[in-house]
């Protein structure tokens, strides 16, 4: 079946620095890939859609400048998240939309988990 | 606007009992439904979807769900829980068919008595 990974699956980063998220389908392509937040015992919140050489698109709320999206290739995208805050330690989640034969679902990632001292 | 409501935050169960798991979905258009599991720290699994024809669906693990039009749910259920579902449990509706846009509801966790 589809795979999505996401690297790392854990990080702690100091206040005021950068951390990069990978998120990689592995034996697919996916031209959209998603960005999920979830804080402790809530739902996910879907931050922004990630469309392969194009600029992703954010929910309302939620800060393009900080949480910086690249979708470079139909296998990669990565999240960045900016000068990192306390308050951005969450569980960061992917998914990508893949339209294979007899599926056309969207496959999660198993999450990485930020937090920020 | 699309929107999803688990009414129950926390379910206990005893192991071997059954289960039903409420969802309740608000959508302009044909919804396009999903269930899907979360062990502690891990990513989604999906347990079934619906999107078109019977709708009474099947997914793994033992699980189905009912889709009701009229009652605007599609409720989960389990004839005989294992103490290995104990998990969080997220409804979901999607836009179209390759599960776009989802918005998930609170989630439900489910917790089972041996």
Known sequence: ?117 | AQSVTQPDIHITVSEGASLELRCNYSYGATPYLFWYVQSPGQGLQLLLKYFSGDTLVQGIKGFEAEFKRSQSSFNLRKPSVHWSDAAEYFCAVGANNAGNMLTFGGGTRLMVKP
């Open chain 1, 1 to 117: 079946g589809a795979v999505v990974s996401q690297h790392p699956s854990r990080v702690i980063c100091k206040s005021g620095t950068s951390v990069k998220i990978e998120c990689r389908s592995l034996d697919f392509q996916a031209t959209t890939m998603f960005w999920y937040r979830q804080f402790p015992k809530k739902s996910l919140m879907l931050m922004a859609t990630s469309n392969e050489g194009s600029k992703a698109t954010y929910e309302q709320g939620v800060e393009k400048d900080k949480f910086l999206i690249n979708h470079a290739s139909l296998t990669l995208s990565t999240l960045t998240v900016t000068s990192a805050h306390p308050e951005d330690s969450s569980f960061y989640i992917c998914s990508a939309a893949a339209r294979l034969a007899g599926s056309d679902e969207q496959y999660f990632g198993p999450g990485t988990r930020l937090t920020v001292t």
